[in-house]
């Protein structure tokens, strides 16, 4: 695989998990790294110690596929600054057609995947329509108020993580659900591109250590069932893939907003937008409350749409 293809697929997965919603293991899964990036990630442990003493900083390095995470990373830094600051302002002012060029990649990737689970028996249809129904309760969940506790910041690192591993589910989406998406994306981490603090540092350096300890314990996991159960896992996952347009739909119109404890809606800094939407409720273009951009998001979507076909045609496969 090439070093520009993985690092292009590494900032797609990057841009992808700072959007609430979608999942960078998606990316992942209809890239064909998926597969290859569970195993490099549970080669993480106790065993590398045993490694480096045999066979020394080389050994540890081929252990963990560096050069393949060394490049994904890179990808995926700089794609959550283009996430951050490019595709934020894209979710501000033209919102249907970012969720439209979602829509369109995951659906196509429910098509993509469903073709690659080789029998589809009761085992299989039932784990795919358990995967939607769980995907689909996620998306309607009510975000939380949130809690900066570092305990707190500890835990959502790793539930955040967990979910980027599962295509389907987005970590920044669980993150608005445990009411810290707005203090780890935007205060936190916009805040320390804009200005250095060590406050900040300390909080991102606390969620960081959070997700490696999710990551470990989920690759193992799904890295034993793909072992085992191939086709099951599959089924579950492109279930996720399903349970999951309801929230890249592109037309939504915010049904309630973040409240004080008087009941007023709670504005952002410039005091004329409400500063957290809490719940959405699906319209169609002709209710949706805004520009609806037809034309300009049947074309995202049908642009995200062939773009899984580009990544199964033209890139090299992994897994």
Known sequence: MSRLSLILKGGAMGIAEVIPGVSGGTIAFISG????LL????AFGPGLIGVHRREGLDGVWRAVDGGFLALLLAGMAMGILV??????????????????FFFGLILASILFMARRIGQWRAGEVGLFVLGAILAYAITTLTPANGNEALWFVFL???IAISAL??????????????????????DTL???????????????????????TGMMT?????SWTFKRYRSLTLAILTGFLVGSLNKVYPWRNAEDWLRDSSGQVVMAADGLTPEKILSEVNVLPSGYEGDP????????CVLGFLLVYAFDHFGPRTD
């Open 190 to 212: 916009k805040g320390l591109l804009v200005g250095f603090s060590l406050d900040k540092l300390l909080i991102l350096s606390v969620f960081a250590l959070g997700c490696l």
């Open 39 to 42: 195993n490099a990630v549970k």
């Open 293 to 300: 951009l037809v034309l300009g998001a049947i074309l995202t």
């Open 165 to 186: 591993m599962l295509p389907g589910i987005s970590g920044s989406f669980m993150l608005l659900v445990l009411g810290m998406y707005q203090f780890i994306v935007q």
């Open 33 to 36: 790294i998926y597969e290859r």
């Open 83 to 100: 996430g951050v600051f490019g595709v934020s302002w894209m979710l501000e002012h033209y919102p249907p057609l970012i969720w439209a």
């Open 156 to 158: 959502c690192g790793a």
């Open 218 to 222: 989920m690759s193992r996991l799904l």
